[in-house]
């Protein structure tokens, strides 16, 4: 399989604790992106990486949230001190950078619920 | 700012043609579809570029009007597989900084028997 792949899928966390998420792109992507979808709402953008720098990071990202991509390949995005509003799928998207169309490619997602 | 998406929720017989509209209050550079299935992750449609042509494969087809800002999915002859929640996701600008996409909430795609 050459999609976009996310470990763990499902992960439940009690309030405090720490959780960190993986992300595989599509071997060839240099872009990688987490995004955030709580129910009934489309995918919120977190955060941007090309290659192994992290170009952007969204207000919604709060300081207990870092995200890492350190050879340029996978990527973790780590939560701290977890609370209920945590609670959501974490999408990972990865795209080419080729040309400017900049199509995006999603993973399974993790879901998190903190309880 | 998140792109409008229009209607909410739409109810078809296998058979039946739709439109999901996608209307944004900025200038757009480019214009992305998905379609999600419950528990499932988005899965790309297709995507519009300012200056593009309209898309289209099998018998969904997509529009971008640029002027207006907005686009329109387009399902003909719906197919049961069609269900799901169609978004669109928007790049408001080219070059290097067109790779954060704005989602909208949603179109409810039930394509009933």
């Known amino acids: 399989d050459t999609g976009v792949s996310q470990d763990p899928r499902h992960k439940i966390t009690k309030r405090g604790q720490n959780v960190t998420f993986r992300c595989d792109p599509i071997?060839?992507?240099?872009?990688l992106y987490w995004y955030r979808q709580t129910l009934g709402q489309g995918p919120e953008f977190l955060t941007y990486?090309?290659?192994?720098?992290?170009?952007?990071k969204s207000r919604l990202l709060s300081d207990r949230f870092s995200a890492e991509r350190p050879k340029g390949s996978f990527s973790t995005l780590e939560i701290q001190r977890t609370e209920q509003g945590d609670s959501a799928m974490y999408l990972c998207?990865?795209?080419?950078?080729?040309?400017?169309?900049?199509?995006?490619?999603f993973g399974p997602g993790t879901r998190l619920t903190v309880l | 700012q998140q792109p409008v998406q229009s209607p909410q929720a739409v109810i078809l017989r296998e058979g039946e043609d739709a439109v999901i509209n996608c209307s944004s209050s900025?200038?757009?550079?480019?214009v992305h579809w998905y379609r999600q299935k419950h528990g499932e992750a988005p899965v790309f449609l297709m995507i519009l570029l300012k200056g593009g042509e309209q898309k289209g494969h099998d018998k969904i087809s997509a529009s971008f009007n640029e002027k207006k800002q907005q686009s329109s999915l387009y399902l003909t002859a719906s197919q049961l597989s069609y269900s799901g929640t169609y978004f669109c996701g928007t790049g408001e600008n080219s070059g290097g900084s067109n790779y954060k996409l704005t989602f909208g909430k949603g179109t409810l795609l039930t394509v009933n028997p």
């Open positions: 071997s060839e992507h240099n872009r």
């Open positions: 990486f090309q290659n192994e720098a992290q170009l952007e």
């Open positions: 998207a990865s795209s080419s950078g080729q040309g400017m169309s900049n199509e995006q490619f």
């Open positions: 900025k200038a757009l550079y480019s």
